[in-house]
């Protein structure tokens, strides 16, 4: 059974820092891209982060340089590192995969930025 987890959200002061991940577990995590999305109220989820197998990278433009997103091949994790936060990084996070023509999504990890 595919399950994502993800863990670290919580309210962080502008300027400020944190570190999501997803733990991910019931495929062969190493093989497949893994990208976090995001959702702030009344708005479309965005793609924020992708880290392909190959461990290339994509990022949204409003979050290159202030975000990094890597993998964890031992944990079977995938973090973001979210740096210099500012309020309109406020919303939900998302883990998602997309294999065997299924999308899988973890439950969330709320982010507040907000002094």
């Known amino acids: 059974q595919v399950q994502l987890v993800e863990s670290g959200g919580g309210l962080v002061q502008p300027g400020g820092s944190l570190r999501l991940s997803c733990a991910a577990s019931?495929?062969?995590?190493?093989?497949?891209?893994v990208n976090w999305f995001r959702q702030a109220p009344g708005k479309k989820r965005e793609l924020v982060a992708t880290?392909?197998?190959?461990?290339?990278?994509y990022y949204l433009d409003s979050i290159k340089g202030r975000f990094a997103i890597s993998r964890d091949v031992a944990k079977s994790t995938v973090n973001l590192q979210m740096n210099s936060l500012k309020p309109e990084d406020t919303a939900v996070y998302y883990c998602?995969?997309?294999?065997?023509?299924?999308?899988?999504w973890g439950q969330g990890t709320q982010v507040t930025v907000s002094s």
């Open positions: 019931g495929f062969t995590f190493s093989s497949y891209a």
């Open positions: 998602h995969v997309y294999f065997s023509s299924i999308d899988f």
């Open positions: 880290i392909t197998s190959g461990g290339s990278t």
